[in-house]
């Protein structure tokens, strides 16, 4: 090898060796509570400063105050003198850059501190370093090397020294070969994947395409993210949780204390059974108060305000799942974060779960020896219920299995009739969380009628059966008088479900009673519509398809009160009890159904709800031929919006795929694979315009799709929830029944 190819060969060591050393920087901008803002490449934010031609690095941080500082770094890589201490006439063009740099920061008083560090893989003179020591502490220092830096820098003794408090010497980096080690250990930790030398390369672009002429040289957390494939950092929190506020006049449990005395002695998982109604959710969302510090306790909402049920919220998933909680867990500092990703086997989430839940109690344990992790995972049963519906996996039956340490406690809520569908370990015990006990219900009732006796509280109680959440749709009818509000329960009720029952019954009776006979049936075509479509239904569509007047719908949810939650135009059960309650007994027939299809497809204009809802409907209808031609054309899409084509058309394919597999049209379900990459690619082209430009959001966003973000409380740059993955992998030759090779679509994460 001639010389020049060695020389160049050398010098692109030195810049792998630069690159990879800022990726691993970069990462840093993924902790959930650094104060790092960005970071810049070969050059500095400050750039008509002194010195910036030593600058190989800056990161910019801002504290909760506003505080800013900054830190300045040189880096210097050896392969050949690597055994070769740096002498300071070695290191003389970065002091003096470096120095002109901290003359001009410090003048400017943009920062209230500010760092220079000098980063090499080669070892200092460790005179050199005694030198900076002392002067930074004010000890006396060796003359000639005081001298030498004087000469270099042009700075008094006074503000050398003030500049050697500044400087940093760090000489023990390891070469080019152990940055990429580090990266690949890093990726390790903080990735699902295994694939971590392609996200090495493709960081390692990231930061070299900041080299670029008339090209930025920051780099923001926003650009790591993208590397990732990730649109914003909610992300990380797929499946955040939607308990209700613990509301004002909330009665202390007195078995709460039993329970938390049971899960603490435990040496297995816990499960709580309850039926609908008794508070389960609210003691799970309630723990973190009743646990306090320094038990660490997380919640994760299963339910989600009845979102369970819908594509775009899954829950259920272990993927979604185990990134909730690991990231709960990460952004109080407990853990490392994970890094969502997609088409991981569960295994390898669990695994990962796993893991952390070892750092944290392994922490935990150092601390404070007697302090326990708690994990509450509230309504399990309806996550395997959706489990089951989508056909897929669900962590809950997973988790039960697994074993944690020994100061990790793992809950687990579900109703008791439902317990079965958790197949639990039989080491589990269930513990029964108890309807009010008569002196519940005396506190409940005096926060809302003065001088109720207990006798009084008694009944109550008795004709509730001690159901809270029974107590409180009694309660919200507003009797002036407890005497009153006890005359209006007929009779004792023996089941919690029959008390629900009995409350809805007597509502939707009511409110019929309230029209002429000729209009009762309205109602009936209003229930059914409520237990039919997807959730967030939208009053003009539910009147719609119940072939009533909108203001008949409006008067309909207020007259029901409680039991219904109206927001932005659109209505959804208020928890799951009135939600199985209505699905039971206004269950649509399959006819009916079908008509709600026409009706849709007669429609001029086709919102983007009801565009959603119409692969859904026909999926219940059992159309799978239809449902197939819908997926595999452009009918019946939204006017307007591109996005909410491109989300729809994905839903649409999700559920044809699977009707496609279930009729065993195997040449449709490729067909729709290939279909779903292409839509998949353009989907994540929009979410990148809409991510760097957020005007153009509500102009070209509709106002279902704007009202459901806001419902999140979130603007978020891509929804993953109902897409569909697609890639080479997934296919797979698999021999049929006459021994052919079939192309075949394996299920694949979402399917």
């Known amino acids: 090898m001639n010389q020049n190819a060695t020389s160049i060969n050398f010098s692109r060591a030195g810049d792998i ?18 104060d790092l803002t960005h970071i810049t490449i070969e050059g500095s934010d400050d750039f008509n400063q002194g010195g910036e031609n030593v600058v190989d690095l800056a990161e910019y941080r801002q504290s909760i105050d506003g505080e800013k500082s900054v830190e300045y770094f040189q880096l210097k890589h050896s392969t050949v003198r690597a055994d070769e201490d740096f002498k300071i006439s070695d290191l003389k063009d970065t002091i003096v850059g470096f120095s002109q740099r901290f003359v001009d920061t410090k003048d400017s008083k943009d920062y209230a501190d500010f760092e220079f560090t000098i980063i090499t893989n080669r070892k200092i003179c460790p005179k050199f ?87 930025s040289n920051t780099i923001k957390k926003e650009d790591i993210l993208e590397a990732f494939n990730i649109t914003d950092i909610n992300d990380f929190f797929p499946a955040p949780p939607k308990f209700e506020a613990l509301p004002n006049n909330y009665v202390p449990r007195q078995q709460q204390d039993t329970i938390i005395n049971s899960i603490q002695s435990t040496n ?208 919200a009818l507003n009797y002036k008088s407890l005497n009153e509000l006890l005359l209006s329960f007929n009779s004792t009720i023996i089941t919690v479900e029959d008390l629900i029952e009995r409350q809805l019954e007597e509502a939707i009776n009511n409110l019929k009673d309230d029209f002429p006979s000729a209009f009762r049936q309205d109602i009936d075509s209003i229930c059914i ?12 569509v539910l009147a719609t398809i119940a072939s009533v007047p909108v203001d008949l719908v409006k008067s309909f949810v207020a007259d029901l009160g409680r039991p219904l939650w109206l927001t932005d135009h659109a209505v959804q059960f208020r928890d799951e009890p009135t939600e199985k309650w209505f699905q039971d007994n206004f269950s649509a027939t399959k006819e009916q159904i079908s008509n709600y299809i026409d009706t849709i497809k007669r ?57 496609s597999l279930k009729v065993n049209r195997i040449h449709d379900a490729t067909k729709l694979a290939l279909l779903a990459g292409e839509e998949i690619a353009s989907n994540e082209r929009q979410n990148e315009v809409f991510k760097n430009n957020i005007d153009l959001v509500t102009q070209n966003l509709s106002e279902g799709r704007i009202t459901e973000l806001a419902h999140k409380k979130v603007i978020r740059g891509k929804w993953q929830g109902s897409e569909l993955v697609y890639s080479a992998s997934l296919l797979a030759s698999l021999p049929d029944s006459k021994g052919q090779a079939t192309v075949y679509l394996r299920s694949a994460e979402h399917f």
């Open 129 to 215: 370093k005694i030198t900076v020591n002392n002067l930074a502490k004010g000890l006396t220092a060796d003359t000639r090397s005081v001298n030498t830096l004087k000469k270099y820098t042009k700075l008094s003794e006074t503000k050398l020294r003030d500049f050697c408090s500044h400087l940093n010497l760090y000489d023990i980096e390891g070469n080019l070969n152990v940055q990429k080690q580090d990266i690949h250990k890093e990726l390790s930790r903080i990735w699902i994947s295994k694939n971590v030398t392609d996200m090495e390369h493709l960081l390692i672009e990231t930061v070299w395409e900041r080299l670029e002429p008339n090209k």
């Open 603 to 659: 429609l001029d204009i086709v919102s983007p709800y009801i565009a959603e809802a119409l692969p859904i409907l026909l999926h219940k209808s059992e159309k799978h031929d239809e449902l197939v031609a819908l997926a595999l054309s452009d009918e019946y899409l939204p006017e307007g919006s591109p996005y909410d084509k491109s989300l729809i058309k994905i839903t649409r394919l999700q559920y044809a795929f699977k009707a």
């Open 529 to 540: 519509g409520l237990a039919t479509l997807p959730p967030f239904i939208p009053l003009y």
């Open 17 to 34: 060796f630069h690159y990879r050393w800022a990726v691993k920087r970069c990462l840093k901008l993924l902790d959930f509570d650094t």
């Open 268 to 475: 297995t998982h816990t499960i709580i059974t309850a039926s609908g109604g008794i508070g389960k959710s609210i003691l799970s969302s309630n723990l973190v108060n009743i646990l306090p510090m320094p038990n660490i306790v997380i919640a994760y909402d299963c339910f989600g305000n009845g979102g369970y049920r819908k594509t775009s919220e899954k829950r259920h998933t272990v993927k979604d799942a185990m990134t909730q909680v690991i990231n709960e867990l990460a952004k109080d500092g407990y853990c490392l974060q994970i890094i969502p990703t997609r088409n991981e086997p569960d295994e390898h989430w669990i695994r990962q779960f796993l893991d952390r839940i070892d750092e944290v109690c392994s922490n935990l344990t150092a601390d404070h020896p007697q302090a326990l992790l708690v994990i509450v995972f509230d309504a399990v049963d309806n996550a395997m219920m959706a489990a089951d519906e989508f056909n897929e996996s669900c962590f809950a039956n997973q988790l039960l299995k697994e074993d944690v340490p020994d100061n990790c406690r793992l809950v687990f809520t579900c109703r008791p009739e439902r317990l079965e569908l958790l197949d639990p370990p039989s080491s589990i015990v269930p513990l029964v969380l108890s309807p009010f006990t008569i002196k519940e219900t005396l506190k409940n009732l005096q926060q809302y009628y003065a001088d109720v006796n207990i006798a009084q509280a008694e009944e109550f109680n008795s004709l509730t059966g001690g159901n809270p959440r029974v107590q409180a749709n009694a309660l």
